[in-house]
């Protein structure tokens, strides 16, 4: 292989491109804004390692936690920028005791974990001041956390250490079907042809691949935006411990010490809207559910509110990680939902070893698994 292109300089495009570099293969990264603007830029960096489970999307991820530490290094010896990874464990706050606690438990004794069960008065212990209902929660050890921001600066330092050429504020990338079963990437008035002639085109642009690609047959992308909003409060956290709870109505949310002294909590999920703007009523709901684990949180505590759009593949399985169906040379690296910044590493892997050496990815990443029950 000559060439490859990635479009996308989300966490997921840039650690496609510094895997196919690493591999020998000249790179040219075209982003339409800034590297990070997209979900990547927004994440809350949690690195949930999932417990026990035979799905590819459950491996994936479990595998992509067994990297990350060996990936940072090796990020830090590529492009000189070191990011530190706090694993941290998580308390699992329960607020009605499981119907089979011993069977939760195993499923993640299974998978590796040191998890246990603890009850209130070691809840009240992690969490100062408690006021919640949660009598039960499930300690788990293998958790982890990541600056996202740190770690885009870092794998676009490895990218550009290893001959990877970054475009930024290129302008939108399109893709037109070219005669012969190939693909011409369009940006602006520049076409790159011969896709499928010794080149590859990776479409990692997150939501906005199904845009990228609009009118190549078979069909549209099947992917959707899902808005997202978190914040940072002044405010110390549970010392070394993430916390998952669910409130009320039953929304998740997650709370996570950082590096920095800064406690993150979020996050919103809403399928409205495709802005990647704050809110005001954001903002509200966040303080709203934050104060149900400290409940003297208010808006002078609030040091940094943002906002994005996770790419969300829209049929079970897990991401698009797979070769386009009609087209050759061109291959998909995005749906990855809430789980990105977490897969990136594992993701790169498999989608390279897909293209450069034909090796299976997963049946349940390809573009139709859904439909054939994958
Ligand atoms: C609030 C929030 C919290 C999250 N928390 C976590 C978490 O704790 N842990 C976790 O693992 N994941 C988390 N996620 C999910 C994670 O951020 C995403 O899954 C991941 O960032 C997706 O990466 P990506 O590279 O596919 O997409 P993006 O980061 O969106 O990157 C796509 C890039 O492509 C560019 N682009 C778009 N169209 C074009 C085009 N036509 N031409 C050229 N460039 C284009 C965009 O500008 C963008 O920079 C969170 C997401 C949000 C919003």
Same mark, same amino acid.
């Given at each position: 292989?000559?060439?490859? $292109? ?18 020998? @293969? ?76 011993? +069977? %939760? ?11 246990? $069960? ?9 969490? #100062? ?28 330092? !490895? #990218? ?8 930024? *504020? ?17 940006? /602006?008035?520049?076409? !790159? ?53 669910? &409130? ?15 406690? $993150? ?16 009523? /954001?903002? *509200? +709901? %966040?303080?709203?559910?934050?104060? #149900? %684990?400290?409940? *003297?949180?208010?808006?002078? &505590? ?10 969300? !593949?829209?049929?079970?399985? /897990?991401?698009?990680? #797979?070769? $386009? ?18 897969? !990136? ?10 293209? %450069?050496?034909?090796?299976? @990815? ?13």
């Amino acid at each position: 292989m000559e060439k490859g $292109w990635v479009v996308g300089g989300g966490v997921v495009g840039l650690s496609v491109a510094r895997e196919l570099a690493l591999r020998g @293969v000249e790179v040219g990264l075209l982003e339409a804004g800034r590297i990070g603007g997209g979900a990547s830029g927004a994440a809350t960096g949690l690195l949930a390692r999932p417990p026990v489970g035979r799905s590819a999307w459950m491996e994936l991820r479990r595998s992509s936690w067994e990297i990350y530490p060996g990936f940072l290094a090796a990020l830090a010896k590529e492009g000189g920028e070191a990011v530190p990874m706090l694993r941290c464990g998580a308390l699992h706050l329960h607020r009605e005791p499981p119907t089979n606690p011993g +069977k %939760l438990l195993g499923r993640w004794l299974d998978g590796g974990h040191r998890a246990r $069960w603890v009850g209130p008065a070691e809840i009240r212990k992690v969490i #100062c001041g408690y006021v919640g209902d949660a009598e039960l929660a499930l300690e788990v050890e293998e958790e982890g956390f990541v600056d996202p921001r740190s770690l885009l600066s870092a794998l676009k330092a !490895a #990218c550009l250490a290893l001959g990877v050429a970054i475009e930024e *504020d290129c302008g939108e990338v399109r893709f037109e079907a070219a005669r012969g079963g190939g693909t011409t990437l369009r940006v /602006g008035e520049r076409r !790159a042809e011969g896709i499928g002639n010794g080149t590859v085109a990776v479409v990692a642009a997150g939501w906005q691949s199904a845009m990228a690609t609009v009118g190549l047959p078979p069909a549209r992308l099947p992917l959707a935006p899902v808005q997202g909003e978190a914040i940072a409060l002044s405010i110390p956290s549970p010392p070394l411990r993430i916390i998952r709870f669910e &409130d009320d109505a039953g929304i998740g949310w997650q709370l996570a010490p950082t590096p920095d002294g800064t406690t $993150w909590f979020g996050s919103i999920v809403s399928a409205e809207g495709t802005h990647g703007g704050r809110s005001e009523e /954001g903002l *509200d +709901k %966040l303080l709203r559910a934050a104060r #149900c %684990l400290l409940p *003297d949180v208010s808006r002078s &505590d609030v040091v940094r509110h943002w906002a994005g759009v996770r790419p969300k !593949a829209m049929r079970r399985g /897990g991401p698009l990680l #797979c070769r $386009w169906p009609t087209l050759t040379g061109l291959w998909i690296a995005t749906g990855h939902y809430r789980s990105g910044i977490i897969c !990136a590493p594992q993701s790169a892997r498999l989608l390279v070893g897909a293209i %450069l050496d034909g090796e299976e @990815v997963p049946a349940s990443f390809d573009w139709d698994a859904g439909t054939r029950g994958g």
